[in-house]
């Protein structure tokens, strides 16, 4: 059974920093990464990470955001926090035998003063 476990999030100030953390279990992953979703907007990617290594990030997180992973573990440390940062993170997965997505169940980001 496939398991996303995140970590981290809260409340920080503008220009603070948080780390998100998601560890996966039950399968091999391919894709892993972090998507969120604010109030009356869509989920939108924030960055991704391959198996090899390859990334991409959103372009309004370049140069804050910076997204790791160990096997079967991603991090996305998150520098210079803007209010327009907050939303629910979301811990995305993707399955390599038997392709399918899995999600984490959110962690909520707020950047306020």
């Known amino acids: 059974q496939v398991q996303l476990v995140e970590s981290g999030g809260g409340l920080v100030q503008p220009g603070g920093s948080l780390r998100l953390s998601c560890a996966a279990s039950?399968?091999?992953?391919?894709?892993m990464g972090w998507y969120r979703q604010a109030p009356r907007k869509e989920r939108e990617l924030v960055a991704i990470?391959?198996?090899?290594?390859r990334i991409n990030y959103a372009d309004s997180v370049k140069g804050r955001f910076t997204i790791s992973r160990a096997k079967n573990t991603v991090i996305l440390q998150m520098n210079s926090l803007e209010p327009d940062d907050t939303a629910v993170y979301y811990c995305?997965?993707?399955?390599?035998?038997?392709?399918?997505?899995?999600w984490g169940q959110g962690t909520q980001v707020t950047v306020s003063s």
């Open positions: 995305y997965a993707s399955t390599v035998v038997s392709p399918r997505d899995y």
């Open positions: 990470i391959a198996s090899g290594l």
């Open positions: 039950g399968s091999i992953f391919g894709i």
